[in-house]
């Protein structure tokens, strides 16, 4: 079992770009959804697939399980996904030893922009690029199983701009 333990803030502009590594483009969405727990689907570049999921209330860790899975069974899982199949293409920027990933938003929630980091531990500090706007750590507002499952309770209920 593994650990997720991240911070996720807004993105503003467009500086992080010229730091981008590599892209992907992926499709994901919810089988089950509760609120301490979830199961994900997503397509990576229409090449490979995972089934996640993942349990936990912590702001910052939850325990993560990851299997990759046929890309035949993800596209049907999806076709009965809760809610709305989030796209979005993500990019991955290292910034001073760390790997932020940039996920720019398609299809229903053009225009949210959102970086995440992944960290080792709770306690480690990494440096914020300037291109990072408001922190939304621990707003479920935020996250991809809301922005997927309650997207139609709250369409425009979410600020796109840092």
Excluded: C
Aim: proline content about 3%; overall charge negative; hydrophobic content about 40%.
């Amino acid at each position: 079992m593994a650990k997720e333990i991240e911070r996720k803030f807004l993105v503003r502009g467009e500086a992080w770009r010229s730091a981008a590594e590599s892209k992907s483009v992926l499709k994901q969405g919810y089988i089950a959804s509760m609120e301490d727990r979830s199961v994900r689907v997503r397509i990576l570049d229409e090449k490979t697939a995972r089934l996640t999921m993942k349990i936990g209330r912590g702001t910052l860790t939850r325990d993560e399980f990851e299997y990759e899975i046929p890309v035949s069974d993800a596209e049907e899982l999806l076709e009965n996904a809760i809610g709305v199949v989030i796209e979005k293409t993500r990019y991955r920027v290292p910034y001073e030893g760390f790997v932020w990933e940039v996920d720019v938003f398609a299809g229903a929630h053009r225009g949210l922009v959102i970086a995440e980091v992944e960290m080792q531990t709770e306690t480690d500090n990494p440096p914020l690029p300037t291109w990072l706007g408001r922190e939304v750590t621990g707003d479920f507002r935020y996250s991809n199983q809301a922005l997927a499952t309650e997207f139609e309770h709250d369409r425009h209920g979410l600020s796109h701009t840092a």
